[in-house]
């Protein structure tokens, strides 16, 4: 069973920094993208940034230049380092895996629990 833990969320004051992190585990066979998520209160879950299998990556306008996405293949973990952190990226990100998990052999979707990051002003 394939399972993405994140971590690296908390509380930090505007202009700070958080490093988020997500580790995949289980019978894997091979992953394909990875991206961070995040959903604001009231508001629809929206891409942050994606990373593919050969580190080519995209990100939201709204963290271009705040935000690096970052991946261990070794570890099949996948990172997000963000700074000069605003109120207005208080969310809950979610990780997400194009992942082939052995017992299914083709790539499936799968989601983290979510960890929550606050920015207070």
């Known amino acids: 069973q394939v399972q993405l833990v994140e971590s690296g969320g908390g509380l930090v004051q505007a202009g700070g920094s958080l490093r988020l992190s997500c580790e995949t585990s289980?019978?894997?066979?091979?992953?394909?993208?990875m991206a961070w998520y995040r959903q604001a209160p009231g508001k629809q879950r929206e891409l942050v940034a994606h990373i593919t299998g050969g580190g080519n990556t995209n990100y939201a306008e709204s963290v271009k230049g705040r935000f690096t996405i970052s991946r261990d293949n070794a570890k099949n973990t996948v990172y997000l380092q963000m700074s000069s952190l605003k109120p207005e990226d208080t969310a809950v990100y979610y990780c997400?895996?194009?992942?082939?998990?052995?017992?299914?052999?083709?790539?499936?979707?799968?989601w983290g629990q979510g960890t929550q990051v606050t920015v207070s002003s």
């Open positions: 997400n895996a194009q992942i082939a998990a052995r017992s299914l052999g083709i790539f499936g979707d799968y």
């Open positions: 289980g019978s894997i066979l091979s992953i394909n993208t």
